[in-house]
């Protein structure tokens, strides 16, 4: 028997590393052998600690709300009588659990019956720690196959042809980036991940990278084989410290092993890659600002051209993609460019891992095909609203992102539909606010936070933000003007089309998608206080 513990971030926040001290020590009490091990973020954050049950020849159960308290009786009943506590069960898995699309579920719950999971995979069913576990479920299959059978364009022709766009948010074509780095004149050649996520309600790359360390490591060994790059970076913020241990370790695991560093599974391709961890500016998630971070220059982006494919890191040519972008690399190489395709809609490929969060009744992580409304994320998968409350508005694409409203529950996600309605995929952050949500206070909340990351490097954004700040704190204070609204309608377009950066470009969505849906909102402050 095996006792595993999700012991992720979500996980330890609450209570994980108390079950799993309480599970060893009943166990030692009982003088049992039983293997007690840990695991990542499920996606189930809303159920944690999640202690999984597998019995030998018995489906693997999933326990949700594990309390040290129920830690002997689950013991007692499903550890040594092979009953499971099904009052307690989340999920019940049947065989083999890698990977588990299309897990049967226990009743009620239909979390997983819409989801399907290619760079979650692993998330809650292996241990992140070990490269055997790694390897024993096809980890490293796509880098022996690139390594032994195929050239390096034919490695950016499978990733063309699988129609992946950069998961961090601006959707660019991945195989077509790749290309233009290859192609770049230069000896020298970098691979970054950006891991710098900061979106407030988003930790889709922090998941993966606790949850499946090595997917990211090995889609940026292919990517430096495909672009003629022998080493690599992975900027993670400070605050993902789990994050950042879990690296540690699967890059020294993978260096031991041969497949990281010099002469890689003995066929000659060196690749060093290096952690970097950011200082927790909002900003060096723009790539220029990134690059200028990792030369330990301070964290501000420049005007581009040139692009980091043509001058990047310390000059050279640089191909920068995010975590989820890196690690559906492997899937795709092993499975084929056209089976990633097949997923999603016309222009936007694949699967998406998005962070639920706010007033759902699920909150967790979930990977869904592209092209999936809405109204099944929020209803279906997440069970809608809290206590049953009506649903106001969905924030999409954290601070850069805008609030959609009822009437556009049914918009199929992919990037073209977003941007239409005025929000962006960005990094995959959503945010679910129901009928006590004040709108005008979310764009507050939302500028308030792009307001302090402005890196002040150009006028726009530097002045912008602050006085739009300034009209917004005006107008949840009672002391707003009608004018106020046409004023700050102005600047918000003035700032999205003359900011350096996509920060200052994208910080006013919130505004401008509020203004465009919840108008009455602003206008019911103004109108109320006089
Ligand atoms: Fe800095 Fe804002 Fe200008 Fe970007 S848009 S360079 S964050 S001031």
Same mark, same amino acid.
């Given at each position: 028997?095996?006792?595993? +513990?999700?012991?992720s971030t979500c996980?330890?926040?609450?209570?994980?590393?108390?079950?799993?001290?309480?599970?060893?020590?009943?166990?030692?009490r009982?003088?049992?052998?039983v293997d007690?091990?840990?695991?990542s973020c499920?996606g189930m954050?809303y159920?944690e600690?999640?202690?999984?049950?597998?019995?030998?020849?018995k489906?693997?159960?999933?326990?949700?709300d594990?309390?040290p308290? @129920?830690?002997p009786? $689950?013991?007692?009943?499903h550890?040594l009588?092979?009953?499971?506590v099904?009052?307690?069960?989340?999920?019940?898995?049947?065989g083999e659990?890698?990977?588990?699309e299309?897990?049967?579920v226990?009743?009620?719950?239909?979390?997983?019956? @819409?989801?399907v999971?290619?760079?979650?995979s692993?998330?809650?069913?292996?241990n992140p720690?070990s490269?055997?576990?790694?390897?024993?479920?096809?980890?490293?299959?796509?880098?022996e196959?690139?390594l032994g059978?195929m050239?390096p364009e034919?490695?950016?022709e499978e &990733?063309?042809?699988?129609?992946?766009?950069? @998961?961090?948010?601006?959707?660019?074509?991945t %195989?077509?980036k790749?290309?233009?780095?290859r192609q770049?004149?230069?000896d020298?050649k970098? +691979?970054v991940?950006?891991?710098?996520?900061?979106?407030?309600?988003a930790?889709m790359?922090?998941s993966?990278?606790e949850g499946?360390?090595?997917?990211?490591i090995?889609?940026?060994?292919?990517?430096?084989? *495909?672009?003629?790059?022998?080493?690599?970076?992975?900027?993670?913020?400070?605050e993902?410290?789990?994050?950042?241990k879990?690296?540690?370790?699967?890059?020294?695991?993978?260096?031991e092993?041969g497949?990281l560093g @010099?002469?890689i599974l003995?066929?000659?391709?060196n690749?060093?890659?290096?952690?970097?961890?950011?200082a927790g500016?909002?900003?060096c %998630?723009e790539?220029?600002?990134l690059?200028?971070?990792?030369?330990?220059?301070q964290?501000?982006?420049?005007?581009?051209?040139p692009?980091?494919?043509?001058?990047?890191?310390?000059?050279?040519?640089?191909?920068?993609?995010?975590?989820?972008?890196?690690?559906?690399v492997?899937?795709?190489?092993?499975n084929?460019?056209q089976?990633?395709?097949?997923?999603?809609t016309e222009k936007s490929?694949?699967?998406?891992?998005?962070?639920?969060?706010g007033?759902?009744?699920?909150? %967790?992580?979930?990977?869904v095909p592209m092209?999936?409304?809405?109204?099944e994320?929020?209803?279906d998968?997440a069970g809608?609203?809290?206590?049953?409350k009506q649903?106001?508005?969905?924030?999409i %694409?954290?601070?850069?992102?805008g609030?959609?409203?009822?009437?556009?529950?049914?918009?199929?996600?992919?990037?073209?539909s977003?941007?239409?309605?005025?929000?962006?995929?960005g990094?995959?952050?959503?945010?679910v606010?129901?009928?006590?949500?004040c709108?005008?206070?979310?764009?507050?909340?939302?500028?308030?936070?792009?307001?302090?990351?402005?890196?002040?490097?150009?006028?726009p954004?530097?002045?912008?933000?602050?006085?739009?700040?300034?009209?917004?704190t005006?107008?949840c204070?009672g002391?707003g003007?009608?004018?106020? $609204?046409?004023?700050?309608?102005t600047? *918000?377009? +003035?700032?999205?089309n003359?900011?350096?950066c996509? $920060?200052?470009?994208?910080?006013?969505?919130?505004?401008?998608?509020t203004?465009q849906?919840?108008r009455?909102?602003?206008?019911a402050? &103004?109108?109320?206080?006089?």
């Amino acid at each position: 028997p095996s006792l595993t +513990v999700g012991m992720s971030t979500c996980g330890q926040a609450a209570g994980g590393a108390k079950v799993m001290a309480a599970l060893e020590e009943e166990i030692a009490r009982r003088g049992l052998q039983v293997d007690i091990s840990q695991t990542s973020c499920i996606g189930m954050c809303y159920a944690e600690p999640i202690v999984e049950v597998a019995l030998p020849g018995k489906p693997r159960v999933f326990y949700g709300d594990v309390t040290p308290e @129920r830690v002997p009786t $689950l013991v007692e009943k499903h550890v040594l009588q092979g009953e499971p506590v099904r009052e307690w069960a989340l999920i019940q898995l049947s065989g083999e659990a890698t990977p588990y699309e299309g897990i049967p579920v226990m009743p009620g719950s239909t979390y997983y019956g @819409r989801q399907v999971r290619v760079v979650t995979s692993r998330l809650g069913l292996t241990n992140p720690e070990s490269l055997e576990e790694y390897i024993a479920t096809g980890g490293y299959e796509a880098l022996e196959k690139v390594l032994g059978q195929m050239t390096p364009e034919q490695v950016i022709e499978e &990733i063309k042809i699988s129609g992946l766009r950069g @998961r961090g948010g601006a959707g660019f074509p991945t %195989g077509l980036k790749w290309s233009f780095t290859r192609q770049a004149p230069g000896d020298k050649k970098y +691979v970054v991940c950006n891991a710098d996520e900061g979106d407030p309600g988003a930790f889709m790359d922090r998941s993966v990278l606790e949850g499946d360390p090595f997917s990211v490591i090995e889609g940026m060994t292919i990517a430096a084989y *495909a672009i003629g790059a022998d080493e690599g970076y992975i900027y993670c913020r400070a605050e993902y410290p789990l994050a950042i241990k879990r690296l540690k370790m699967a890059i020294a695991a993978a260096g031991e092993k041969g497949l990281l560093g @010099r002469d890689i599974l003995g066929t000659g391709f060196n690749f060093d890659l290096h952690i970097k961890a950011g200082a927790g500016a909002f900003v060096c %998630g723009e790539e220029t600002a990134l690059l200028a971070s990792i030369e330990g220059r301070q964290g501000m982006p420049r005007v581009r051209p040139p692009f980091p494919a043509q001058q990047g890191l310390w000059g050279k040519p640089t191909n920068i993609n995010n975590v989820e972008t890196y690690a559906n690399v492997p899937f795709i190489i092993k499975n084929g460019g056209q089976w990633f395709a097949s997923m999603g809609t016309e222009k936007s490929k694949g699967t998406k891992v998005f962070c639920l969060t706010g007033k759902i009744k699920k909150t %967790g992580l979930i990977e869904v095909p592209m092209g999936i409304t809405l109204r099944e994320i929020i209803f279906d998968i997440a069970g809608g609203i809290q206590d049953d409350k009506q649903f106001k508005a969905v924030q999409i %694409g954290g601070p850069s992102g805008g609030c959609l409203p009822e009437d556009k529950l049914d918009l199929p996600v992919d990037y073209e539909s977003l941007t239409a309605a005025g929000a962006i995929m960005g990094s995959g952050g959503m945010v679910v606010m129901d009928e006590n949500t004040c709108m005008v206070d979310v764009a507050r909340f939302f500028l308030n936070f792009t307001q302090a990351e402005s890196c002040g490097k150009c006028t726009p954004c530097r002045e912008g933000t602050k006085r739009m700040l300034e009209i917004l704190t005006r107008i949840c204070e009672g002391e707003g003007r009608m004018e106020d $609204l046409d004023t700050l309608e102005t600047l *918000a377009r +003035v700032v999205k089309n003359t900011a350096l950066c996509g $920060l200052g470009q994208t910080c006013p969505n919130p505004i401008l998608s509020t203004l465009q849906y919840f108008r009455h909102e602003y206008e019911a402050h &103004i109108k109320d206080k006089r």
